[in-house]
Structures are given as C-alpha cells and as structure tokens.
C-alpha cells in the first residue's frame, strides 16, 4: 500500500516505462486497447502517471512474466492482480539461472558489450523456446523498443541499435524462408510509404501473416504511392499493408493514405500498422489500423469470415 508521502506523486511515461519494466510504447497502446492505465495529462498533454498506476502496471508485468496474455491480465483490479500474482509464486520456482528461457535484460547486455555471437545465439535460443510467433510479440518487439529506448537515454550507440536491428532482420528472413505461404489467402501486399526507409517492420509483419496462412507479396521499403496501386493489381492482391514508424511524418503521411484509398481497387482492403500509426486518424471507411499482433489475426478472422 503506497503511503500518503507517495500517493500524490505523479510520473512521466519514461520514468513509468523504467520503473515497471513496461515501454512505453505498451503503455500507450494498452491505454488505447484494454482502457488501462488512463494517465493524468499536464497542460501540454504529456501524459502522468500515479503511484497506483506504477504499483498496478508492475503486478501486470510479474503476471506477464509467468506466462499470462496482455488480455488477461491488463484492467484488472490490483487485488485481483495481486492475487494472480501470489498463486504463481506459490507454483512456479524463481528463475536462478540463465538456461530457463530468453531473457530481454540478457540482450541488452549482450548488445552493450558488442557479443554478435552471443546476440545470435540468444535470438536462435528464443525462436526455439517461444516458437516463431512468440518471439515476433514477446521478443523481437519488445528488443526493439528496448533497444530504442537505451539509445534515446544514450546508453547505447547508434551502431548498436543499427547492428540489432540487422540481425534480427537476416534472424527474421530465415523464418520467412522456412514458412512462407505462397497461395495462402489474403494475398497481402507489403509496403512503406515514401521517404519511411525502416523494413524491419514490414519483415516481422510479413512472418507473422505466412505463419497466419497469409500470402505475402514484399513490396520492400519507400515505395511511391503509384508503384504500390500498381502491383496491387498487377499481382492482384486483397489487402495492402502499410507499415508506419515514428520517423512519418503525420500530415503527408495521411495524405498518402488518402491517395491509395481513392485509387486502390474496390475489392483490396488497407491495413496500416506500426508504432507511427498509433494516433493516426484518417476519417475515412476503408482502413483497418492494426496496433498488435493480436490484432491482426483478429483482421485475418474478420476477412476470412466476410468471405465465407
């Protein structure tokens, strides 16, 4: 129970981010997902965070950790937190070394001190133990934001970040290699708008939709807004997926949207996802956004229900 000295105290998102071991790229998403946590605002909009919301944030993490889903856990009550909490440790004996499964923390480490062998080792190790889908939602993702995040706070170079994301990608593409769906159904065409330069998204999207039983078509990076409507049809597509980082600009980036949803063909939906797309609005019927991986099996559902 936090004390009166504590109850008023308020905390930004990073610091909220560090203390509970949560990105804060989660925290937005669960905000506008599951309606938890609803943070206090500042005048200028920036997000607070209260000591309850801390101590509750860190129950869903240990809840996390021993095994449980984001859908499970996230918006429960602190005593039913608390409680999920203390049946676990009660059934599952604390981690003492490092050969029970992958580990984020380790990562980083290995990351900090430059270990290529030991970053490939420890992603191959989390493929093994997660399986193919599990490491794209609860390892490859939550690296990248770590790794973000470490930079941005200067503890890491960006030749570390750069080193990360490469082999994570050539980790990624082998997957691709051994699962790809070639007639799966949708056909989804996978792309970035122009000047979004960032690919890694669009090859973590593409094995997730091949594990999925999607076929994917790989556009590949920056492409024009009239080279992505014409392979759509020339490859005659049902979806095209568009992959949106943080760097896009916003406005261009809407107008682009706009763009394919007036020139696309009728029948091809557009899904737009990526950490860029959160609090993009385009006002317009025809976009499915997708902010987790979760979500796009729930697309995937959606399309092959209104197809019988």
Do not use: C
Not at 132 to 146: E, I, N, Y
Not at 171 to 195: F, N
Not at 262 to 281: A, F, N, Q, Y
């Amino acid at each position: 129970m936090a004390t009166n000295e504590n109850t008023n105290q308020q905390y930004s998102i990073r610091v909220a981010s560090r203390l509970t071991g949560i990105s804060s790229h989660t925290l937005r998403m669960w905000e506008r997902r599951y309606g938890f946590p609803v943070p206090d605002r500042t005048p200028g909009g920036a997000r607070r965070y209260s000591a309850d919301d801390v101590e509750q944030l860190k129950l869903i993490s240990r809840a996390l950790e021993a095994g449980y889903r984001p859908n499970e856990v996230v918006g429960k009550s602190r005593e039913a937190l608390e409680a999920i909490v203390a049946t676990q440790a009660e059934v599952l004996p604390p981690r003492t070394d490092h050969t029970t499964g992958p580990s984020l923390e380790r990562m980083i480490q290995l990351v900090e001190s430059d270990d290529v062998e030991g970053i490939r080792d420890e992603m191959r190790a989390a493929v093994a133990v997660l399986g193919p889908k599990r490491f794209l939602d609860d390892f490859a993702h939550p690296l990248l934001v770590r790794v973000g995040e470490r930079w941005r706070e200067g503890h890491l170079s960006i030749r570390q970040e750069h080193l990360t994301s490469e082999l994570l990608t050539t980790q990624i593409r082998a997957l691709i290699a051994g699962y790809e769906v070639t007639h799966g159904s949708p056909t989804v065409l996978l792309s970035t708008l122009p000047d979004e330069l960032h690919s890694l998204g669009l090859q973590m999207v593409a094995l997730y939709l091949a594990l999925s039983g999607a076929g994917v078509r790989l556009l590949g990076p920056s492409a024009p807004v009239g080279d992505i409507i014409s392979a759509a049809v020339a490859l005659d597509v049902d979806v095209v997926g568009l992959s949106v980082s943080v760097a896009s600009p916003p406005q261009p980036t809407r107008q682009h949207i706009e763009g394919l949803l007036h020139e696309l063909p009728r029948k091809v939906e557009l899904w737009v996802g990526g950490d860029g797309s959160i609090d993009l609005m385009v006002g317009k019927r025809g976009v499915r956004f997708i902010h987790s991986f979760e979500a796009i099996d729930q697309v995937l559902a959606d399309w092959r229900r209104a197809r019988g």
